[in-house]
């Protein structure tokens, strides 16, 4: 009698526990088609709710699975996971805040899915998780399979003027930012270079390079490249011809004239210098014909006396 008693107490105290877990109405969100460039990797956004609250991360276990829910791509025990799938899945997100972002690395062509997700829950203390699972299958990833990398953009004014500050953007779109694309540009400068990741939202990211530098004369008609690497050795390029103008410069008109205006001067000096000289040997003989006239006068009166 004391020993039924106890199993009552017992179902009754799992009932307790479970009943509020299994009344609750669960719902997942995971994003229905996202890009996945073959041998790179893969980032799958996933989230999940239960009106019931937050259940702590050791209560829970995640699988995702292929339509088949036997046929797991990803959980904790990897004997159970198929072979194709082994050490090339990860779960990202911590189940205890309703994360359950999946990470499938070194993508092969034939990984497009579909892909779902499944939680268990733990209501022993023997870890072994109940047989009421919370499959949601309508809620599940279509990878479309990418064999050449996204192409980079390259945004940039037409025209670059010599001395003055110059911009140049290099944007690669991406779905993986657990490992996104390095970028590298073929302009051997030491300015400044400036790296954003943006969310784009449903799975899609987006990284930016910004490089910034000072043209030169000598840089006109310049070829400038900027390199996309993706995680898996493949990379994209493009490329943009750099066109200098030269700063504006008044030496051909400053030049000139100061040449005019100084041979100007020197020849109003010299001319007055000439006229000066001149003025003084016209009253240099003009003194020494006074001079005379007065010899001749003197000779003349002699003469008469």
């Not at 799958?44 to 937050?54: E, I, Q």
């Not at 400038?224 to 493009?238: L, M, P, R, V, W």
């Given at each position: 009698?004391?020993?039924?008693r106890?199993?009552?107490?017992?179902?009754?105290?799992?009932?307790?526990?479970?009943?509020?877990?299994?009344?609750?109405?669960w719902?997942?969100?995971?994003?229905?088609?996202?890009?996945?460039?073959?041998?790179?990797?893969v980032v799958?956004?996933?989230?999940?709710?239960?009106?019931?609250?937050?259940l702590?991360?050791?209560?829970?276990?995640?699988?995702?699975?292929?339509?088949?829910?036997?046929?797991?791509?990803?959980?904790?025990?990897?004997?159970?996971?198929?072979?194709?799938f082994?050490?090339?899945?990860?779960m990202?997100?911590q189940?205890?805040?309703?994360?359950?972002?999946?990470?499938?690395?070194?993508?092969?062509?034939?990984?497009?899915?579909p892909?779902?997700?499944?939680?268990?829950?733990?209501?022993?203390?023997?870890n072994?998780?109940?047989?009421?699972?919370?499959?949601?299958?309508?809620?599940?990833?279509?990878?479309?399979?990418?064999?050449?990398?996204?192409?980079?953009?390259?945004?940039h004014?037409?025209?670059?003027?010599?001395?003055?500050?110059?911009?140049?953007?290099?944007s690669?779109?991406?779905?993986?930012?657990?490992?996104?694309?390095?970028?590298?540009?073929?302009?051997?400068?030491?300015?400044?270079?400036?790296?954003?990741?943006?969310?784009?939202?449903?799975?899609?990211?987006?990284?930016?390079?910004?490089?910034?530098?000072?043209?030169?004369?000598k840089?006109?008609?310049?070829?400038?490249?900027?390199?996309?690497?993706?995680?898996?050795?493949?990379?994209?390029?493009?490329?943009?011809?750099?066109y200098?103008?030269r700063?504006?410069?008044?030496?051909?008109?400053?030049?000139?004239?100061?040449?005019?205006?100084?041979t100007?001067?020197?020849?109003?000096?010299?001319?007055?210098?000439?006229?000066?000289?001149?003025?003084?040997?016209?009253?240099?003989?003009?003194?020494?014909?006074?001079?005379?006239?007065?010899?001749?006068?003197?000779?003349?009166?002699?003469?008469?006396?």
């Open positions: 009698m004391e020993k039924e106890k199993m009552m107490m017992l179902c009754l105290l799992l009932a307790a526990v479970c009943s509020p877990v299994f009344s609750d109405e719902r997942a969100s995971v994003v229905s088609q996202i890009d996945a460039l073959v041998s790179s990797c799958v956004p996933c989230t999940f709710t239960h009106s019931g609250g937050t702590p991360g050791s209560r829970l276990r995640g699988l995702w699975h292929k339509q088949t829910k036997e046929e797991l791509i990803y959980y904790e025990d990897q004997t159970k996971i198929l072979d194709n082994k050490d090339r899945t990860k990202l997100g189940l205890g805040q309703g994360n359950c972002t999946l990470e499938m690395t070194q993508v092969r062509n034939h990984d497009n899915g892909f779902c997700f499944r939680v268990e829950i733990v209501i022993d203390e023997t072994k998780p109940t047989k009421e699972m919370f499959s949601f299958v309508e809620q599940c990833v279509t990878l479309n399979m990418l064999l050449d990398a996204p192409k980079p953009t390259l945004t004014s037409k025209t670059a003027y010599e001395g003055k500050p110059y911009t140049i953007t290099c690669v779109t991406h779905t993986c930012p657990s490992h996104p694309p390095q970028i590298k540009w073929s302009l051997k400068t030491t300015e400044d270079i400036t790296v954003i990741h943006k969310n784009q939202q449903s799975g899609n990211w987006e990284v930016q390079s910004i490089l910034t530098f000072v043209p030169k004369e840089d006109d008609h310049t070829e400038i490249t900027c390199t996309a690497e993706f995680n898996g050795q493949k990379t994209s390029s493009d490329t943009v011809t750099l200098v103008k700063a504006e410069s008044y030496n051909h008109i400053i030049i000139p004239a100061a040449v005019g205006i100084g100007a001067l020197v020849f109003g000096v010299f001319c007055i210098f000439m006229a000066k000289k001149y003025k003084n040997r016209i009253i240099e003989l003009q003194n020494r014909d006074g001079s005379m006239l007065n010899r001749l006068r003197s000779l003349s009166r002699r003469g008469r006396r």
